[in-house]
């Protein structure tokens, strides 16, 4: 029972728990450079479900992200929450977006008309990212999106979301803002950062729980709010973790011999970080949230 439980519960709690530190990351960053917090659920975004090992991966770890947050591209997360947890309003969502073939199909001289495609679709709504790696994204955002396409960027009602998913992240994400906002310009909030007008930008490419704290102190030293970025975790939210990761385990703790309780534990000389817990546990609710209460008696109501 303890290995079909453990196999069970590793996995969620440990994307879960990734999620929920890049979470409170972005948050610090935001609270910082931001008025406006409230898009935080939407800042990270689940990019994962095709490189995990199975269709349950992608469900069982989509799902744990949207403990956290509510953007997402795994659909099976979704199908995940409705079947098992009765999950009547949608689970999560997301927005009108490109991927790379649907841009390189157009032929590389006719870049900058996928683009305007893009816009003629999508530039009605609320919002939409367009991925502009795919030849050169300086150019595609200083002199297709910034150049010729500035106008209708400018005139549409969504705001456009430019996704670069190549190079080091931190310095083509700090680029792209610079170039962005010498095309759109920007405003200042009260916290002293700038916030590009009608354009924002989402890193799609290299994140981890590793590289987030560095992309985001680079979007601040260079002026902007953090309130201009998202970020997309494919690999290293759903599938770049183990049971090591954390080093998440499940011991036996007590048992009950002859009507008494037993303190049952582990001790290793050579590793002291695999000491285990030990007595009869109980998680409890208190005013500052769960903890443990060890060595409690045993009755037939507390089983």
């Known amino acids: 029972i303890e290995t079909a439980i453990l196999r069970g519960v590793w996995y969620p709690t440990t994307v879960a728990t990734v999620s929920y530190a890049a979470k409170q990351l972005i948050k610090k960053y935001l609270e910082e450079t931001s008025d406006d917090v409230s898009g935080l ?42 079947e ?39 530039g009605s709504g609320n919002i939409f990212a367009c991925v502009s790696d795919s030849y050169d994204i300086f150019n595609a955002v200083e002199n297709l999106w910034g150049g010729v396409l500035q106008a209708d960027v400018k005139n549409q009602n969504a705001v456009l979301v430019v996704r670069p998913d190549s190079g080091e992240p931190a310095e083509v994400v700090v680029k792209c803002m610079e170039l962005l906002d010498k095309k759109f310009g920007s405003v200042v909030n009260s916290k002293g950062y700038k916030l590009l007008n009608k354009v924002r930008v989402i890193q799609g490419d290299g994140i981890t729980i ?43 703790s007590a048992a009950v011999i002859d009507g008494h309780v037993v303190d049952v534990y582990k001790d290793p000389i050579t590793d002291k970080g695999k000491k285990s817990k030990t007595g009869y546990m109980s998680l409890l609710k208190g005013e500052n949230g769960y903890f443990t209460k060890k060595n409690i008696p045993f009755t037939r109501e507390e089983d």
């Open 41 to 82: 659920p939407f800042k990270l975004h689940d990019f994962g479900m095709r490189g995990v090992s199975s269709f349950e991966s992608g469900g069982i770890g989509g799902l744990a992200h949207l403990v956290n947050f509510m953007g997402t591209d795994t659909m099976t997360a979704l199908l995940f929450a409705s």
């Open 210 to 252: 590793e590289s987030i704290p560095g992309i985001l102190e680079a979007v601040k030293n260079a002026g902007f709010s953090t309130d201009n970025l998202a970020m997309g975790m494919g690999g290293g939210l759903l599938q770049h973790c183990n049971r090591d990761t954390f080093k998440f385990a499940m011991k036996c």
């Open 84 to 122: 098992y947890y009765n999950q009547v309003d949608v689970a999560g969502f997301s927005i009108p977006a490109s991927e790379h073939s649907t841009i390189t199909s157009w032929g590389r001289d006719k870049e900058v008309d996928a683009y305007k495609n893009m816009i003629l679709k999508f």
